[in-house]
């Protein structure tokens, strides 16, 4: 069982209502990262956090979309006026960081976001 | 930017048999390249990694080479079960804390 924690796994909200998704990364993990995951399961990055810090994000995140993660509360991934086009799965993941640790990701099952 | 490529969307196979999932990429940095698989309402799991060129890297009775004069790391295994079946995607990474860039993906489907 994924030891990062997304709640809620499911979520209805109608076209410009706000949607606020969570993650809980695996204990110890500094990095976070927030992808997209459309119906052809393709990924999109959104945004990643080293700590309390944006490492890099898209240019999608910095206008509709807002995430943060604060210290010692989950970080929270917040679109602020959904579009049909947000549809979609939105997967956490977290990692050790590190070049050692490049690219291992350890994702949650993630939040299906689904916007009438 | 860095880009990778699936060419497969779906490959259906009879288990037992052996399968090759194709992965290519472009990058300008030195790469590390990974397969993912995601079985149904699952997270995604990380099944292979590599950086280093011409090395075959196996888990789980998979395996892959990164070569990186043809910019390829396909994935392999010899005898396919039911349990493999699964959304596989191959990714890329140049580095720390960059993100992963992810293929299309490619279903994998293993009947009886």
């Known amino acids: 069982n994924s030891k990062v924690i997304q709640t809620p796994r499911y979520l209805v909200k109608g076209q410009g209502q706000k949607a606020k998704m969570r993650c809980i990364p695996e204990?110890?993990?500094?990095?976070v990262f927030w992808y997209q995951q459309n119906k052809n399961n393709e990924f999109k990055f959104l945004i990643n956090?080293?700590?309390?810090?944006?490492?890099?994000q898209i240019d999608m995140t910095e206008k509709r979309f807002s995430a943060e993660c604060p210290s010692n509360s989950p970080c929270s991934l917040e679109i602020q006026s959904s579009e049909a086009g947000d549809s979609a799965l939105y997967l956490c993941?977290?990692?050790?960081?590190?070049?050692?640790?490049?690219?291992?990701?350890?994702f949650g099952e993630g939040s299906k976001l689904t916007v009438l | 930017g860095d880009s990778v490529t699936q060419t497969e969307g779906l490959v259906t196979l009879t288990k037992g048999l052996p399968v090759m999932l194709n992965c290519t990429y472009q990058?300008?940095?030195?790469?590390?390249l990974f397969w993912y698989v995601q079985h149904l309402n699952e997270a995604p799991k990380l099944l292979l990694k590599?950086?280093?060129?011409?090395k075959r890297t196996e888990h789980q009775g998979f395996y892959a080479t990164l070569h990186k004069s043809s910019s390829s790391f396909h994935l392999q295994k010899s005898s396919v079960q039911l349990s493999d079946s699964a959304l596989y995607f191959c990714?890329?990474?140049?580095?720390?804390?960059?993100?992963?860039?992810f293929g299309a993906g490619t279903r994998l489907a293993v009947c009886p």
């Open positions: 993941a977290s990692s050790l960081g590190g070049r050692a640790n490049t690219g291992q990701l350890y």
């Open positions: 204990k110890g993990h500094p990095v």
């Open positions: 956090f080293q700590n309390q810090e944006v490492l890099q």
């Open positions: 990058t300008t940095y030195s790469p590390f």
């Open positions: 590599s950086s280093t060129d011409n």
């Open positions: 990714a890329l990474s140049e580095g720390s804390f960059n993100k992963l860039t």
